[in-house]
């Protein structure tokens, strides 16, 4: 579980990624859970945009995306929400 602290770290060095993954008007799948995990492997910190045509909700789709992928959801705002899961490199240093 990721501290106070912590989600304000991973927010700072989020706000200037840009969206790795879009979530379109197909929804979720498990491509893009597949998509979501290789992303979340690779940097730690995954920005997801969902469009205008996506048929879920934004909290609702952080949810099921951070359960499908044992990620933890960092923030949630407007259409976008950050994901955090440690890699076996640890390259953010944090113990969650």
Do not use: W
Request: hydrophobic fraction near 40%; charge should be positive; charged fraction near 25%.
């Amino acid at each position: 579980m990721l501290s106070n602290q912590d989600k304000k770290y991973l927010r700072t060095k989020a706000h200037d990624l840009q969206a790795l993954i879009q979530i379109g008007k197909t929804g979720l799948s498990a491509n893009l859970y597949q998509t979501l995990d290789d992303a979340l492997e690779a940097h730690e910190l995954v920005k997801v945009s969902l469009l205008k045509t996506t048929p879920i909700d934004v909290r609702e789709a952080a949810i099921e995306c951070a359960a499908a992928t044992h990620a933890q959801v960092v923030h949630i705002v407007g259409r976008t929400f950050i994901l955090y899961r440690r890699s076996k490199e640890n390259k953010m240093g944090l113990k969650a």
